[in-house]
């Protein structure tokens, strides 16, 4: 298998513009999670699914942040509109049982000028 | 507010050196895992401890899950520049599907 895999690996956008990041998890996981990385707060949850159905997004930090997974091979994460303050590198992981061994995709690395 | 405290955190040693990293927490988790990322990459699991005082080892790698479920330890032993890294320990609860990261410590091992 070749891994959870993002897309794009880079993104670079101006403030106020629509982002979206995607995801296509490992095949036969149940779980995708939707996290983000950055220096002052390390990773955090933003949501997962299970399913391809949302349960638990308390972690979405406003309105603008969005995410759906219409099918069990493809999520997507929206951020629309777009803040400098949403730069960071958002990772995707998928697990066949709830948190544990979750798999990690390589991230994508977003800068809002 | 990290639920999950790590140190140190930075650590820089010489190859061939021992080194420790903690990972402590005032709640009780039903499993913890430590991940190991690398520049540019996602987080990789190394190990998952599910039973208070368990010790579970990896090559050169030796985990160790507190009594209470409440804090962990990574040791590596004679520790070589492929070992360099940032090292995250996170915790998990049984009610819940969410995953608490600690901030990481970063690894240096120079040649």
């Known amino acids: 298998d070749a891994g959870v895999i993002q897309s794009p690996r880079h993104e670079v956008t101006e403030m106020g513009q629509e982002v979206t990041l995607r995801c296509k998890p490992i095949?036969?996981?149940?779980?995708l999670f939707w996290y983000r990385q950055t220096m002052m707060r390390g990773l955090e949850l933003l949501i997962y699914?299970?399913?391809?159905?949302?349960?638990?997004d308390s972690g979405m930090p406003e309105d603008r942040f969005s995410a759906k997974m219409p099918n069990a091979s493809f999520s997507t994460l929206k951020i629309q509109p777009s803040e400098p303050r949403d730069s960071a590198v958002y990772f995707c992981?998928?697990?066949?049982?709830?948190?544990?061994?979750?798999?990690f995709g390589q991230g994508t690395r977003l800068t809002v000028v | 507010t990290q639920l999950l405290e790590q140190s140190p955190q930075f650590l820089s040693i010489q190859e061939g050196e021992n080194l420790t990293v903690y990972c402590n927490s005032s709640?009780?988790?039903?499993?913890l895992q430590w991940y190991r990322q690398e520049p540019g990459e996602g987080p990789v699991l190394l190990v998952t401890?599910?039973?208070?005082?368990e010790v579970k080892k990896l090559k050169r790698l030796t985990f160790q899950f507190g009594d209470a479920r409440k804090d962990s330890s990574l040791h590596i032993t004679a520790a070589q520049p492929g070992d360099t890294g940032l090292y995250l320990c996170?915790?998990?609860?049984?009610?819940?599907?969410?995953?608490?990261f600690g901030a990481g410590t970063t690894v240096t091992v120079r040649a």
């Open positions: 992981a998928s697990s066949l049982v709830g948190p544990d061994e979750a798999f």
């Open positions: 095949s036969g996981h149940d779980y």
């Open positions: 699914f299970n399913n391809n159905v949302p349960i638990d």
């Open positions: 709640s009780v988790f039903s499993s």
């Open positions: 401890v599910v039973t208070g005082g």
């Open positions: 996170a915790g998990a609860y049984s009610n819940d599907y969410k995953l608490s």
